[in-house]
């Protein structure tokens, strides 16, 4: 276990759904952070959370909705989601929002969109 | 225009057979650069992080160096259990990491 906790580790929905992932940490980290992996690219930064506060959407389209309660915990809802939002969904956290010290990320949740 | 760039995409090692991975990168102001392994299934684990030219760390038969261009991967004397994704990384200090799209490493016994 890293420390980082993401639940579910699989997740299959229809277009139609509605559904949320989730993220807990416990390392006593400040950010936390969102990203999407594609099969031949690169991480995808999707949103940042500082001290609970989102400082980063990285144009992402608003059928995803990220939420952070605290500076540990980290939720992303999705709706009406699209077959190319199929991917690996990852979350990471931090010392500091600024990435010097290194994220550390979750086991991910694949999500597929059927 | 991608900021980080990794080669060779995909490597079939044998057991034993030393190589390097490149991770060219163009960002300006870099703050750190950092190293990771992922495994399938799995998120990416934080291996190195570098932050000046010239440094160089080492974890079993991982050695990471940098310069100003670049970062190297050196893997010496691979096992099997090597095998992975590895994934390089650069910060700005802007409140994100840019990701390469990885080099997959196959080390065949």
């Known amino acids: 276990e890293t420390g980082v906790t993401q639940t579910p580790r699989h997740l299959v929905m229809g277009m139609t759904n509605k559904k949320s992932l989730k993220c807990e940490q416990h390392?006593?980290?400040?950010?936390m952070y969102w990203y999407k992996q594609s099969a031949k690219k690169p991480l995808e930064l999707m949103f940042v959370?500082?001290?609970?506060?989102?400082?980063e959407n990285n144009s992402v389209p608003s059928r995803f909705s990220p939420e952070c309660p605290n500076s540990s915990h980290l939720f992303l809802h999705l709706h009406t989601l699209q077959p190319e939002d199929s991917a690996l969904y990852l979350c990471?956290?931090?010392?500091?929002?600024?990435?010097?010290?290194?994220?550390?990320f979750g086991s991910g949740t694949r999500l597929t969109v059927v | 225009e991608d900021q980080v760039t990794q080669s060779p995409e995909a490597l079939r090692l044998q057991e034993g057979e030393s190589s390097s991975l490149n991770c060219s990168y163009t960002?300006?102001?870099?703050?750190?650069l950092f190293w990771y392994r992922q495994d399938p299934g799995k998120g990416p684990e934080f291996l190195f992080t570098?932050?000046?030219a010239g440094e160089e760390k080492e974890k079993e038969r991982l050695k990471a160096t940098l310069t100003k261009k670049e970062s190297f991967l050196h893997i010496t004397a691979p096992k099997p259990e090597d095998s992975a994704t590895y994934l390089c990384?650069?910060?700005?200090?802007?409140?994100?990491?840019?990701f390469g799209k990885g080099n997959q490493v196959v080390v065949i016994p």
């Open positions: 960002v300006s102001g870099l703050r750190g």
């Open positions: 959370y500082n001290f609970k506060e989102q400082t």
């Open positions: 570098l932050y000046s």
């Open positions: 990384a650069v910060s700005e200090g802007n409140n994100r990491l840019a």
């Open positions: 390392l006593g980290h400040n950010a």
């Open positions: 990471a956290s931090s010392q500091e929002s600024g990435g010097d010290y290194g994220y550390t």
